[in-house]
C-alpha cells in the first residue's frame, strides 16, 4: 500500500491537493489527523479548537496507528500541517511517502493573519520543512517537493510528475472536483476552507495578492530564507 504524506505549510493549496487525490479510483484521504494532537500538546488557540478537540485523538501515537490500518483502498493521501508534525518522533515518517508542499511565505503570510492576528514562525511551518527535508535526505529519503505556484501554472505537467514520483499512474479526474463542501473535510473547514470550496480545480485565487502587513515583514524575511532552501528542489513542468 502507499501512503503519501503531504507536509504542507498552512493557506496553501494543501486542501485542494487533497481533494484532487480524491477524485482517484484507488484513493482514500485523510484531512489534518494530527491537529487535535497538536492543538493538545502546543496550546495554541485556532478557531473551531474545542471541536477539533473533540473529533479526533490526543495521542499521536493512536493517529499513527491508524495509518497502518488496512484500507479499502490501496493509495492513502494524508494532509499535514508541517507545524502539526514538529512535536512528534519523526521516525514515523520512514515508513511514508513524503512530499512538501511549499509556497512562496508572503503570501502564506498574509493569508494566514486573516484568520490569525499575529502568525509566528511556527504557524508557516516553513523553517521545520527546510529542517525536516535535510534530515529525510540524509537518512537516505528522496522526498518530493512542490511548490504551489507550479501547480496552480501546470496542474496537468506537475501532477504527473508527483504521480510518476510516488509510484502511481497519474489519472485525468484528478485535475476537477465538485465544489462546496466534502465528507471527508475535518470539522474546521468553516473557518478555513471558504476558498477552495468556491474552486472545482486549481486555480489562483485573487486573494492571493493580498498585502502583507508591514508589522509581518521581518517574519516574511526570516521564512524567505528557508523557502529558497526548499525551492530548487521543486518540481518543474
Partial sequence: MIRINLISGPRNISTALMYSFAQ??????????????????????????????????LDYKEVY??????????????????????????AMLAGLTNVFLIRN?????????????????????????????????????????????????????ILKQLCKRVGLPFEEAMLQWPAGPKSYDGVWAPHWYANVHRSTGFEKQPTSSRPLPRSLESLNDTAQRYYAMLLPFSLQP
Avoid at 24 to 53: I, N, Q, W
Avoid at 65 to 90: C, G, R, S
Fill in 24 to 57: 482517484r479510483s484507488d484513493t482514500t484521504v485523510l484531512d489534518e489527523p494530527f491537529y487535535a494532537f497538536y492543538l493538545h500538546a502546543s496550546g495554541v488557540y485556532h478557531p473551531g479548537k474545542e471541536d477539533v478537540l473533540k473529533t479526533q485523538p
Fill in 105 to 157: 511565505p508572503r503570501q502564506i503570510i498574509a493569508s494566514y493573519a486573516q484568520v490569525i492576528e499575529a502568525p509566528t514562525l511556527r504557524d508557516i511551518g516553513i523553517e521545520y520543512q527546510a529542517s525536516l527535508f535535510k534530515r529525510l535526505k540524509d537518512n537516505g529519503q528522496d522526498p518530493v517537493v512542490l511548490d504551489s505556484a507550479g501547480v496552480v501554472e501546470h496542474p496537468t505537467a
Fill in 65 to 90: 496507528a491508524t495509518l497502518y490500518q488496512e484500507w479499502e483502498k490501496p493509495v492513502l493521501f494524508i494532509k499535514n500541517m508541517a507545524h502539526h508534525l514538529e512535536l512528534m518522533d519523526e
